[in-house]
């Protein structure tokens, strides 16, 4: 793979300030370029007739050429295309009985030379490997009932639960059940059971509970040949190619144009009637392709940021940037965004590497995704993978958040403080007895807000509190970047048997779960899933990717337990505050003297946080292996969860208070 996808921590202000600010002077010889917002860029039909429009501001002419198929042959006609330089077009209309059912490119003269074939940057339908754009009618992929499908109603994000998930993984297993394997199609079969009779698939999602489903990249991208499916090639699918398409590898047939676009519509309704949402997850921040990249073939120069050398920037780690500061570009996440919002009913958008995008683009694309939906929601990865142009002031890093309105960003301050250091295998955290994360484990319990009680001074990522709300942080231990939670477990406790191990898993999901925020977990880690100690399984092939489904009944107790979890979570909104005054006000930490009692921390919900049916909720953590004692208030307090057990109703029995022994690498929850 080219453009491995590059999973990076938070880049500190300090880092790349001086360069920064050196590269707010960058070229920016575009500035004087017409834009267009239309919504008609580059294909529309209206009656008789079918219109091409291409923006391209600095051709000196242009064309769309016509094909009878998708992959081959050669043009059936090409037509010129005539300027409006006001709008940066150029525009050809032709009788729609010539043309529909057939497949087109653009080609545009620059400089003396006429540029390679391109679909452009927004076709909606294409050929096998999406090198042709094709001219269907979208509303014959419409499943049936299509009109009426909605996704669950999300009042507040802090209610959604996270499950972030890649096609192959879930289905491709023998254990999985499913027939439609590595396909759209894979979730839209019922009653799928693995070889123990237990349920996978979209059954299997119910049965857990969660609210969403983030499903890594399923736009049109480049590392899979699609007229050789049978090579079983893996790709996370961090390349994009065509950003307004599905992926043809996960449909049944790549070669038809409404297969794909069908298909994964029908996985999409599938989902909503069983109560789950649809996050996708885009990456406008880079393009498969440098100078052969669609974007360059129709507008060289124009998307991409360069350093004042000439040199592609790459704070993407992966060849190349995009320049959302510039309208067009802009314009284009923001329509393409609604596009996907609109035509497919996605329900929230993750945003690969976001702070490659500047904040203004940002919360553009929020503000206009609430006007055509109010609880579609948006998050993204804070940081960049490297330096860029575009200063730091303007990017949408953590840092920033505050800046966005309706924009959430990933606590990478929870994730490493919890497990230990994603860079670093053998790092151990709070979860796994290292001591001295207690104060930066506190900032993810607070949602990165202002507390009176946490000392920001002492985080080991962030040193203030960058959100003003918990809206605004998605807490996770693990994803699909770097190595699992297991794997992370087994690499930094290798003396540890599986079940200790386990032990460690339910204490930092514990964590993630009761954390205020949006929590967010990576598939199959309810069963204790692994990737065979891969971190970087981009590309890896599906021995080392799917989940074996065996799993769940190997790990039932695990299962159950996440079960637990995300139950109590939804049962109870102490846990989904939504204003950072709500937290400081009803969150109070237990006074702890971690030089005595390290890796411990106790807390309280209080005064029926949030409108609880619960006058009080009492949580502790103890990361330490051995055991360690807490003073709980007298009184009768019922036990939700405690030592490796829980019941989201407190049947684990009752407690008077006083002193209380938490077992070592475990958590306590009590309520009254």
Known sequence: MKFPKIMATALSLALFGASALAADRYDDRFASYPTYSGSDLELAIDGPYTHFKLWSPAASQARVNIYENGHTGLPLMS??????????????????????????TFQIEQDGKWLDETPGVWPKAVGVNGKRAAIIDLSTTNPAGWESDRGPEVKNFTDV?????????????????????????????????????????????????????????????????????????????????????????????????????????????????????????????HTAEND?????????????????????????????????????????????????????????????????HDTETMNRVARELKELRPDIFVYGEGWTAGDSPLPVERRALKENVSKMTDIAVFSDDLRDAVKGHYSNASDRGFATGKPGAEETVKIGIVAATAHPQVDYSKGNNSKFAYAASPEMIVNYVSCHDDLTLTDKLRKSMPEATDSARMRAAKLAQTIVFTSQGTPFMFAGEEIFRDKKGVHNSYNSPDSINAIDWSLKSANADQFAY?????????????????????????????????????????????NHAGGDEWKEIKVVFNGSPEAQSVKIPSGKWMIVARDGAISPTGALGTLKGGKVEVPGTSALILAR
């Open 79 to 104: 037509i010129p295309m005539s300027s409006i330089p006001a709008q940066g077009t150029w525009v050809a209309t032709v009788p729609g009985e010539q043309v529909n059912g057939k497949f087109y």
């Open 161 to 285: 639960i996270l499950y972030e998930m890649h096609h192959r993984d879930m289905s491709m297993h023998p254990s999985s059940g499913i027939v439609n394997k590595g396909k759209f199609l894979a979730l839209t079969e019922p009653g799928t059971l693995s070889p123990e009779g237990l349920a996978t698939g979209i059954d299997h999602l119910k049965e857990l509970g969660i609210t969403h489903v983030h499903i890594l990249p399923s736009y049109d991208y480049n590392s899979v040949d699609e007229a050789n499916l049978p090579a079983n090639v893996y790709n996370w699918g961090y390349d994009p190619q065509n950003y307004n398409v599905p992926e043809g590898g996960y449909s049944t047939n790549p070669a038809d144009p409404a297969v794909r676009i069908r298909e994964m519509k029908q996985m999409i309704k599938a989902l909503h009637d069983a109560g789950i949402g649809v996050v996708m997850d885009v990456v406008y921040n």
């Open 292 to 356: 052969g990249s669609n974007f360059e073939l129709t507008a060289p120069g124009y998307y991409h940021r360069h350093w004042d050398d000439g040199r592609y920037s790459d704070a993407s780690g992966c060849g190349n940037e995009t320049a959302s500061d510039r309208q067009q570009m802009s314009d284009f996440i923001v329509n393409s965004v609604k596009y996907w919002a609109d035509e497919y009913h996605i329900d929230g958008f993750r945003f690969d590497l976001m702070a490659i």
């Open 562 to 606: 996440y079960q637990g979890l995300i139950a109590l979570r939804k049962a109870h909104p102490a846990f989904r505050l939504t204003s950072a005054e709500d937290i400081a006000r009803h969150l109070v930490f237990d006074k702890i003297d971690s030089a005595k009692q390290p890796n411990l921390i106790s807390y309280s919900l209080v």
